[in-house]
């Protein structure tokens, strides 16, 4: 039976959430396991009890489990579980990390420097250009953005990230066989192409509004920080803040003018402390440094190169060598050549001097 058949019939026991699914695989290691294991060994496991060990044994779900091994194969998906390598490292560290994600596109390492941004379903045409221009910048250091590919500053974030060649991620609130709304086909498709789309829901799970909560929740959780833009004093996107400060996350908010009620909910998060941005830097001299220490936390350094990286980083030496000189002799535009000696210097190969020189570590 495929690995896959397991980790899916896992996520279709009806009412069974990240948390109770977590305390099952602490017990058994594996989905195949817990469908091998009685109804006393399941009971025993804490928070299950017998009514749920019941469900476990008594639910027919291998239909469903089949059927969406199908449909992930003709959508040329796949599904990642939290015991895989490419698990994204930041959501690993939440309280209730889904224990798989549905996947079109691809997950990278380089994915954990990211930062989400949300906001207004009606953004205005201020709100959509700072967002994109925000969402651009931080592109351009290196950073993959993440959202949630709704109408207004999501799509924003998205396309900011796109329009200079960056990675980003939407997260859904529904199958990843949805587009939702249906407007964003196209950039659906385009973030696929680069990036990925991704979500915890099985496939064909309706855009329901009991859905969105949940999905703001790994939209915080990928991110080092979470920005804000536009939101009124009941909006959605305040909830995905709430979420990032329980994670531990930094939460970030655009100002707005004191006068729209599009502007409550950000500039009341900056009343109570959210940093107000003005620029990408405002948020990268934050979050730089949480995963500078979160790499070197790390026991392991990730030496695999891509070959515009190994590119760059052969030329380093213990000499200090100038950035212009790097750009020169690699033949590379200058926002290229920053951007990888950024991941570089993330991943502790390369350190940065005074000048922009750098050397290799």
């Known amino acids: 039976m495929d690995d896959r058949f397991y980790w899916l019939a896992l996520n279709a026991i009806p009412g069974f959430g990240p948390v109770l699914i977590k305390a099952l695989l602490d017990r058994f290691g594996h989905p ?26 008594e639910t027919d779900i291998q239909g469903k ?43 990278q390492p380089r994915d954990d420097f990211a930062v989400s941004i949300v906001g207004s379903r009606l953004a205005s045409n201020y709100g959509r250009m700072i967002t994109e221009r925000i969402a651009g910048d931080l592109t351009r250091h290196g950073m993959t953005i993440v959202s949630g590919m709704a109408r207004g500053i999501d799509s924003a974030s998205h396309r900011g990230a796109l329009s200079v060649g960056g990675r980003t991620i939407a997260v859904l609130g529904c199958g990843i066989d949805i587009v939702y709304p249906r407007e964003n086909r196209h950039l659906f498709e385009e973030i696929v192409a680069h990036g990925a789309v991704i979500s915890e829901f099985p496939m064909s799970t309706p855009p329901e509004g009991v859905n969105f ?26 909830i995905t803040a709430r979420l990032a400060l329980e994670q531990n996350r930094d939460v970030f908010a655009v100002p707005g003018n004191i006068g729209m009620a599009g502007s409550q909910g950000t500039n009341r998060l900056i009343k109570q402390g959210a940093k107000l941005v003005e620029s990408a830097e405002d948020i990268l001299e ?4 949480r995963f500078r220490h979160q790499r070197s936390a790390s026991e392991d350094r990730d030496l695999s190169l891509e070959e515009e990286e ?18 020169v ?33």
């Not at 195949?32 to 019941?54: D, M, P, T, Y």
């Not at 934050?286 to 440094?289: C, F, M, Q, R, T």
């Not at 590379?332 to 210097?345: K, N």
């Open 286 to 289: 934050e979050v730089l440094p």
């Open 310 to 327: 190994e590119r760059v980083f052969c030329l380093l030496e213990d000499e200090p060598m100038h950035i212009d000189s790097i750009i």
């Open 65 to 107: 489990a089949h059927r969406e091994l199908k449909l992930i194969e003709k959508l040329n998906a796949s599904i990642v579980t939290i015991k895989d390598p490419s698990y994204p490292n930041n959501l690993k560290q939440i309280y209730d990390s889904p224990p798989l994600l549905y996947v079109r596109g691809n997950l």
């Open 213 to 238: 909560p949940r999905r703001n929740r790994i939209i915080s959780g990928l991110s080092l920080g979470v920005v804000i833009v536009q939101a009124t004093s009941r909006s959605g996107s305040l």
């Open 329 to 361: 002799q690699t033949r590379m535009s200058a926002s290229r050549v920053s951007t990888i000696l950024l991941q570089l210097e993330l991943r502790g190969l390369v350190q940065q001097l005074s000048g922009k020189r750098f050397v290799k570590k």
């Open 32 to 57: 195949k396991r817990i469908f091998e294991a009685s109804r006393r060994e399941l009971a025993r496991v804490n928070g299950i009890g017998e009514r749920l060990a019941g469900m476990i044994k």
